[in-house]
Each structure stands twice: as C-alpha cells, then as structure tokens.
C-alpha cells in the first residue's frame, strides 16, 4: 500500500531553519496536490501549504514567506523548507494528497526551543 514518509524533524532554535522531506511509495505522484500539515497535540490537524500538479503553490497566512513547499516529481518526494522558526510552529508535520483516502504517515516532529 502506498505510504507517506516523513523526515527532517528535529530540535531548532527560534530564528533557525529546518527542511521537511516527504516520500511517497506509491505510483502517479506528479498527478496529485500534495500538502503538508500540522499538529500539535490536542489540536486537530491543520493545513500549512500545498503544491499543485502544475506546480502552483499556496501557504497559509501564519507560515507565508517563512515556509516554501516543493516536490520533486520525478523522485517521488515532497518538501518544506521552513525558515525564521517560532515557538508556535512546534509540531507534528505530515504530509498527503488533499482529500486522498490513503493512510497517513507517522509524520516529522519540530520542536522550535531555546
């Protein structure tokens, strides 16, 4: 079965930059949106930005001109580079097709600390 797997993750100080790496096993990636999410716990899962199979993009407002997402088609691989790192962006990051039914990945985890 097709899966999504995320890395990157790690322990960054405020101000620091990380890039999110996402694989995915399954055929006809170039075919779909992909998206990257996050969650913290207790919270329910958000949307970040995402990246259509032409290549637009779109990122929400609290992580615009800080996040960029991009894919690499030809490997299968989504990103997310994330610079200018705050507290609040600590999180578990997962990445999937918008409206898929495929299962998710256990995700990348952030921690933006001093």
């Known amino acids: 079965q097709a899966q999504f797997v995320e890395s990157g993750g790690g322990l960054v100080q405020p101000g620091g930059s990380l890039e999110l790496s996402c694989a995915y096993s399954g055929s006809s990636f170039n075919m779909f949106t992909m998206a990257w999410y996050r969650q913290t716990p207790g919270n329910q899962r958000e949307w970040v930005a995402s990246?259509?199979?032409?290549?637009?993009?779109n990122h929400k407002d609290f992580v615009r001109g800080r996040f960029t997402i991009s894919k690499d088609n030809a490997k299968k691989m989504g990103y997310l580079q994330m610079n200018s790192l705050k507290a609040e962006d600590t999180a578990g990051y997962y990445c999937?097709?918008?409206?898929?039914?495929?299962?998710w990945g256990q995700g990348t985890r952030d921690t933006v600390a001093s």
């Open positions: 999937h097709f918008p409206r898929s039914l495929k299962p």
């Open positions: 990246i259509s199979r032409g290549g637009s993009t």
